[in-house]
């Protein structure tokens, strides 16, 4: 069986910057689509940014454009996803996830999961 292991949290200061990674195995991320998940307390588990397997396609959600990058490493087997200009608005438990050919950046299209990683921005 697969695993997903998130790191790279923490507490930033607002308009910091953090980047979180996260270690896939058993899943191969040139054939498996990847994301990036939050959820925040009393929130939905919202779409951040996912990428495709093979062609490496991205998407983003809107308020996400232009302030988070995600990006992967076949080899290593890792998603990363940089996030710069952190607004407390984006304090959440943020989840990596897989899937094979997810439709869409949406959670339920994704199968694997992993156990997230708290970020907190102060204000």
């Known amino acids: 069986q697969g695993q997903l292991v998130e790191s790279g949290g923490g507490l930033v200061q607002t308009g910091g910057s953090l980047r979180l990674a996260c270690v896939v195995s058993?899943?191969?991320?040139?054939?498996?689509?990847a994301g990036w998940f939050r959820q925040a307390p009393g929130k939905e588990r919202e779409g951040v940014s996912c990428?495709?397997?093979?062609?490496?396609?991205?998407y983003y959600a809107d308020s996400m454009k232009g302030r988070f990058t995600i990006s992967r490493d076949i080899a290593k087997n890792i998603v990363y996803l940089q996030m710069n200009s952190l607004q407390p608005e984006d304090t959440a438990v943020y989840y990596c996830?897989?899937?094979?050919?997810?439709?869409?950046?949406?959670?339920?299209?994704?199968?694997?999961w992993g156990q997230g990683t708290q970020v907190t921005v102060s204000s």
């Open positions: 058993g899943f191969n991320l040139d054939y498996f689509g």
């Open positions: 996830a897989t899937a094979v050919r997810p439709r869409r950046c949406l959670s339920e299209d994704y199968e694997y």
């Open positions: 990428i495709t397997g093979g062609d490496g396609n991205t």
